[in-house]
Every structure is written in structure tokens, then in C-alpha cells.
């Protein structure tokens, strides 16, 4: 019941990450991976790896870091 009520509870926020990642979000079965590993990389949310990117390069360079390295 718990598990049920988790996932009504963060299903609106799948919605929205589905919606921004597009066409190009999906999660493959376990043994269509077992048959094709390289289908691993389609399922790589790419808009949400690169906004991660520029958000740890902004904090990074944010924080200082570099002027301390400097």
C-alpha cells in the first residue's frame, strides 16, 4: 500500500521529466538489454545529462573553486 501511495505521490513529477525529455526517454526491458547492451546509451536522458553538466560546471565555477586553484 505504502509503495502504491509513493508512486502517486511522484507520478506527476515523472510526467513533467517525461515531457522534457521528449520522444527520447524510455526505459528498455532487462532482457532486451541481456540481448542488445548497446541499447544502454539510447536510454541515456541526454537534455537531462547535459543540464547536469552545465549545473555542476555553474556551481563549480560558482563556488570559487578555480580561484582557489588560481
Known amino acids: ?4 501511495a509513493f508512486l502517486a505521490y511522484i507520478e506527476p ?16 526491458r532487462l532482457d532486451d538489454i541481456t540481448s542488445y547492451p548497446a541499447l544502454i546509451i539510447h536510454a541515456v ?6 543540464l547536469l553538466f552545465l549545473l555542476s560546471l555553474y556551481l563549480i565555477i560558482g563556488a ?3 580561484s582557489v586553484v588560481i
Open 13 to 28: 513529477a515523472v510526467k513533467k521529466f517525461k515531457e522534457f525529455e521528449g520522444v527520447q526517454f524510455f526505459v528498455p
Open 45 to 50: 536522458p541526454g537534455r537531462s545529462i547535459a
Open 64 to 66: 570559487g573553486v578555480f
Open 1 to 4: 500500500m505504502h509503495w502504491y
